[in-house]
């Protein structure tokens, strides 16, 4: 019998907002993960832990936090846990991406991104992106013990719940940028 976690993509998710910067200068934040906490919903910030940072197979340990409230009746990890990321993409002034890796450093098919270009008119439209292929291990652990229509109803509040982030995520960014300007 199959289930909604074994859907693919999982998630396949992106929100737009227009920067009053330049495409470079866009890139620049976005790529510098260890700002993430200025912006990101869940990310801290974090260190680079391996590579040249910023740049294509460069490793990332991610420092998070999720409160009680986040969809609070999934068994989902609380409180401050860490992630580790491999860049994928770099190329500067217009892609920025990183995959998630498994606790055992595997390559898992759950990629963030940035994307940017030129707004009409001027400025920069910033894309931000997330796409799940196959479920990670993380989700397959949070809906291990959860009937069908308990990981449907998983799947619809965490999408939604990451629908919001990228938004909130992206408002952060624009304000980080055009108050530093």
Request: hydrophobic share 40%.
């Amino acid at each position: 019998m199959s289930s909604i976690v074994d859907t693919s993509p999982l998630f396949d998710l992106r929100s737009d907002i227009v920067v009053a910067a330049t495409p470079d200068s866009v890139y620049a934040v976005v790529s510098d993960l260890s700002r993430s906490g200025e912006w990101s919903p869940e990310c801290q910030g974090g260190e680079w832990i391996s590579g040249e940072p910023a740049t294509v197979g460069a490793v990332f340990r991610g420092e998070n936090l999720r409160q009680e409230d986040v969809v609070s009746w999934a068994p989902l990890v609380r409180g401050t846990w860490y992630t580790e990321c491999r860049v994928v993409a770099a190329e500067p002034g217009r892609t920025f991406r990183w995959m998630m890796l498994s606790h055992a450093s595997e390559d898992q098919e759950s990629v963030w991104g940035f994307d940017v270009r030129p707004a009409e008119g001027g400025g920069t439209v910033l894309t931000h992106h997330f796409r799940m292929g196959l479920a990670t291990a993380g989700i397959h652990k949070i809906v291990a013990d959860l009937d069908e229509p308990a990981r449907v109803r998983f799947i619809e509040e965490w999408t939604t719940k990451l629908a919001q982030d990228l938004a909130d995520t992206l408002k952060l960014i624009r304000d980080v940028i055009e108050t530093a300007a």
